[in-house]
């Protein structure tokens, strides 16, 4: 065969595998755009995700917002702007609803790859959405809204200025925390948790225990008490206060024989008007409960509180918890108000005569036995970089 023979030989084979090549690419493109538009894939999320850090085109911001909050409109149009303002893709709205408080709404911003999920609302917004949170390594952001944001305070987050706090979940860096599971073994018919239920496919009506998320403190007793007496209308016009002046028609209140186990360590009976268990400790009005409360240190803070001798010994529990929050601690014995602590990353409840219990803020109803166990590292939340 002559030379010419030869180069067509070849200039043929590599056309064929140029061909070749050329089919496998656009295979291989079909099959990753198939990946990335499909819904339900975790790993087209990814994919996502990732396409968009290598193009540069920043990252895509999910609002799961409660609507029933004031100015939710007016914030939805100034989201958008500051979004194209920092030339970010246009933002996923999604609005909670009666039937789910944002659980749902949540799992699907993930699925349609967003880079964070803010939640916009009060507390029980902040619940639902880390419950769809949970797991995934997709950051939360905190847009607070509500009467307590309980978790805001405890992340430094702007609680007066909602595109400051925006502007936090967008430029803030990412920072792990533990979560807090309350179940309630007995009876959960008896419970109401909206974020619960929407976060399972359980029966409503059923006594199979289900977990219900917290993120700062779940209490049993006198604090669950006054979050379940607080006037919505009150809360309306003067906030956090409204608590306040719920908790002074419990002074006087029963306090509570409780059999309390604390990981694998023997049982002990005790009365008390509260028992705290926290993941961190400011509350509103400069309060800090719990002073060595830490959020990301794989424990919880539990607080004993209790009272005796009527508004004296309120009196002298109120100077407790000032006092502690500057470091200062009063281990004189025979107090009759007192709020003593303890760690522990299980911790399990029997209350024979049925008390209120809270998670958050949120009130779920009144139980005689529970457990909360703590889940480290197992949220990613946005904080401020300082």
């Not at 050329?22 to 990335?36: D, M």
């Not at 939805?76 to 893709?89: F, M, T």
């Not at 959020?295 to 509180?305: M, Q, R, T």
Request: hydrophobic letters at 45%; glycine letters at 10%.
């Amino acid at each position: 065969m002559s030379w010419e023979g030869w180069v067509a030989v070849v200039a043929g084979a590599l056309a064929l595998l140029s061909l070749l090549l050329v089919l496998v690419l656009l295979v291989r493109q079909r099959e990753l755009r198939r990946r990335i538009e499909s819904p339900g894939s975790a790993r087209s999320a990814r994919a996502l995700r990732l396409a968009r850090e290598i193009e540069g085109s920043g990252q895509l911001v999910a609002f799961v917002a409660n609507p029933s909050k004031p100015d939710v409109a007016h914030l939805r149009a100034a989201v958008l702007r500051l979004c194209a303002e920092q030339e970010l893709p246009e933002p996923l709205w999604l609005e909670t609803t009666v039937e789910d408080p944002g659980v749902g709404q949540t799992r699907e911003a993930v699925e349609r790859g967003a880079d964070v999920v803010v939640a916009m609302g009060g507390d029980g917004t902040v619940r639902a959405v880390a419950e769809g949170l949970v797991g995934t390594g997709v950051p939360m952001g905190l847009m607070p809204l509500g009467t307590g944001n309980l978790l805001a305070r405890n992340l430094d987050i702007p609680l007066s200025d909602p595109l400051a706090a925006m502007r936090v979940a967008v430029e803030g860096r990412d920072r792990t925390i533990d979560v807090g599971w309350l179940r309630v073994q007995r009876w959960e018919s008896d419970v109401h948790d909206d974020v619960a239920e929407a976060a399972d496919d359980l029966p409503d009506d059923g006594d199979v225990p289900r977990d219900h998320i917290f993120l700062v403190i779940a209490g049993v007793g006198f604090d669950a008490a006054m979050v379940a007496d607080a006037d919505e209308q009150l809360k309306a016009r003067v906030g956090w206060i409204a608590y306040f002046v719920a908790g002074m028609k419990h002074l006087h209140g029963r306090r509570s024989r409780v059999h309390v186990r604390l990981d694998d360590q023997p049982v002990t009976t005790t009365r008390l008007r509260s028992l705290l268990i926290g993941n961190c400790g400011k509350l509103p009005g400069g309060i800090t409960l719990l002073p060595d409360a830490e959020l990301d240190d794989g424990w919880f803070d539990v607080a004993a509180i209790d009272t005796r001798a009527g508004i004296a010994g309120w009196a002298q529990l109120f100077g407790e918890v000032v006092l502690q929050g500057v470091g200062v601690r009063n281990d004189l014995p025979a107090k009759i108000g007192r709020i003593d602590h303890t760690r522990a990353q299980e911790v399990r409840l029997v209350v024979p005569g049925g008390d209120h219990v809270q998670v958050d803020g949120d009130v779920v109803g009144r139980v005689t036995e529970l457990t909360a166990r703590v889940d480290p590292g197992a949220l990613v939340v946005r904080v401020p970089t300082r």
